[in-house]
T-cell receptor, first 114, second 113 residues
Framework: GAGVSQSPRYKVAKRGQDVALRCDPI?????LFWYQQALGQGPEFLTY????????KSGLPSDRFFAERPEGSVSTLKIQRTQQEDSAVYLC????????????FGDGTRLSIL | GQQLNQSPQSMFIQEGEDVSMNCTSS?????WLWYKQDPGEGPVLLIA?????ELTSNGRLTAQFGITRKDSFLNISASIPSDVGIYFC?????????????FGPGTRLSVLP
């Protein structure tokens, strides 16, 4: 497709389970961002990739959060031992070049932890 | 971390009216961005601003990078029903050329027919 694709669109997990969220950026886009958006709030930065390199992970809230982009295209955000406060929409965005702001967002994965 | 404030939090206007909203920060920014988000979708980039005083338009939308570099404004002229949504400002602090763009809490716009 032409846009950023995220899967699954919805994920329900029990507290303590591990989850993996996938992002397919626009083909050829160098920059990839992950954001977390709690209900009724603005997105909060989690991490940034330039190609396969994770250049900024300052927003990851704990060591339970891990992101990778091994071939510089698809990215996965993994959350281990999920907790209720991890419930949020996880947004992925990509940009054509390095140094640019998030240009194109996906529609997100809504994660609910029971 | 850096906090952005958006004003107003929400607004109800009549179709055809002009809309103004703003965003302020406690520190100086080198980039200001405005996004619109519809329910169940990701934010859509409307306007990007890179220089103090810069005024940029995108159709009926006009945004300005404040002279103090601590604020930005978004105006929508002649509002229509599809303008309904949440408008987020975002930005990056000066001397920060990393990719940590901070978002505000949003302004929720409702348009009455």
């Amino acid at each position: 497709g032409a846009g950023v694709s995220q899967s699954p669109r919805y994920k329900v997990a029990k507290r303590g389970q591990d989850v993996a969220l996938r992002c397919d950026p626009i083909s050829g886009h160098v920059s990839l961002f992950w954001y977390q958006q709690a209900l009724g709030q603005g997105p909060e930065f989690l991490t940034y990739f330039q190609n396969e390199a994770q250049l900024d992970k300052s927003g990851l809230p704990s060591d339970r959060f891990f992101a990778e982009r091994p071939e510089g295209s698809v990215s996965t955000l993994k959350i281990q031992r999920t907790q209720q406060e991890d419930s949020a929409v996880y947004l992925c965005a990509s940009s054509l070049s390095r140094g640019l702001q998030p240009q194109h967002f996906g529609d997100g994965t809504r994660l609910s932890i029971l | 971390g850096q906090q952005l404030n958006q004003s107003p939090q929400s607004m109800f206007i009549q179709e055809g009216e002009d809309v103004s909203m703003n965003c302020t920060s406690s520190s100086i920014f080198n980039t200001w961005l405005w996004y619109k988000q519809d329910p169940g979708e990701g934010p859509v980039l409307l306007i990007a601003l890179y220089k103090a005083g810069e005024l940029t338009s995108n159709g009926r939308l006009t945004a300005q990078f404040g002279i103090t570099r601590k604020d930005s404004f978004l105006n929508i002229s002649a509002s229509i029903p599809s303008d309904v949504g949440i408008y987020f400002c975002a930005g990056r602090e000066i001397d920060n050329y990393g990719q940590n763009f901070v978002f505000g809490p949003g302004t929720r716009l409702s348009v009455l027919p």
